[in-house]
């Protein structure tokens, strides 16, 4: 049976209980216990979460914690030129490392006045579409097919599937994006 590899944060966490139901019979789907963080983070443990395992498939994501701001702070976690920076690596040790079909999923949307109301940090939308274009054209010049999830949450009505945290997704959203996520690797397997 074909095996296939999750990374990504708290967004993956909620779908791919969705994704290993839609891929029953077809693949194994792994995933690391805890939430991938920031670009930084995945790429620390890469060899554990991707190389050691080698999968057939790696779905991965990074994004949502890498473009968080402190309030009144125009600083990301991980600035936009580190963020590039680790995916070209991330995307090149798992295409040189592994022999995985490799599918970069977009960062997903995010309700910045919601989030801000109930978060201790910010996440803006505009952060999210320039780290999105970064991701986007790495994945162009190396080839690395994208799963636009970003699209798939606007598509289904943003805030009508995200929680008021204005982050995280109901229980319809994760099904809608589970179900986004499970295609995008059934046409690998």
């Known amino acids: 049976m074909k095996r296939v590899v999750l990374i990504g ?30 670009s930084q983070n995945v790429l620390d443990h890469l060899d554990e979460w991707a190389l050691a395992p080698q999968p057939d498939v790696v779905h991965l994501n990074c994004g949502l914690h890498d473009l968080r701001k402190e309030f009144g702070s125009d600083q990301s976690a991980v600035p936009l030129d580190r963020y590039q920076a680790n995916l070209e690596v991330i995307l090149r040790r798992l295409r040189k490392e592994t022999h995985a079909k490799v599918i970069w999923a977009l960062t997903t949307p995010v309700n910045e006045a919601w989030h801000h109301a109930r978060k201790p940090f910010d996440r803006f939308e505009a952060d999210v579409i320039a780290y999105n274009r970064v991701a986007a054209e790495i994945c162009q010049r190396m080839a690395v097919p994208m799963n636009d999830l970003y699209q798939v949450a606007m598509r289904a009505g943003r805030d009508q599937i995200l929680l008021p945290d204005g982050v995280h997704f109901t229980p319809e959203g994760y099904t809608i994006l589970g179900e986004a996520v499970a295609g995008a690797i059934r046409g690998y397997l």
Do not use: F
């Open 9 to 38: 944060d708290s967004i993956r966490i909620g779908y791919q209980g969705v994704v290993r139901r839609e891929l029953e019979g077809l693949a194994e789907v792994g995933s690391p216990d805890q939430n991938g963080g920031t």
